[in-house]
């Protein structure tokens, strides 16, 4: 057998049970009215957005070329597994849910939204949520002990 064969068997291989490992982990989540991120395995990009439907359907979504998710593990080579996904939020009522998500959207800075979320969030909001930085608090914790 040729070593282009053998990749090929290979490489159909490994697609298939990626497309196996896909579906055990969709059809494991259906949690409802959310807000997720989303970590690119491969890089420092993420996304987060929120969704009334399943959080298996807001996957099967954002593999399409048309989300900004999916263009970018598209066009990059890159991917996700479930590692990757992780339910930040859950909330039934959409008002609250849009602001949750812009929280989640200032506090991540996800590279790979297109917008803020559909909630914009007062500016004084923004600079306080933009200036929580976790290292800076340890900071002050540890040389207040000194
Ligand atoms: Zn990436």
Redesign the pocket.
Known sequence: MSSPWLYAIVMAVDALLYQIRYEIFTSCFLYLEIIVKIE?A??E?KYVGETERSLRKWISEHHRDSSPVGH?MGY?K?SFTSNNVSVVHQEATWFKRGVAEAIHITLVDPSLNRDRGRHTLPAIYREVLQSRDPSSHRESRDSAGQ
């Open positions: 690119c491969d890089c990009a970018h990059q890159h």
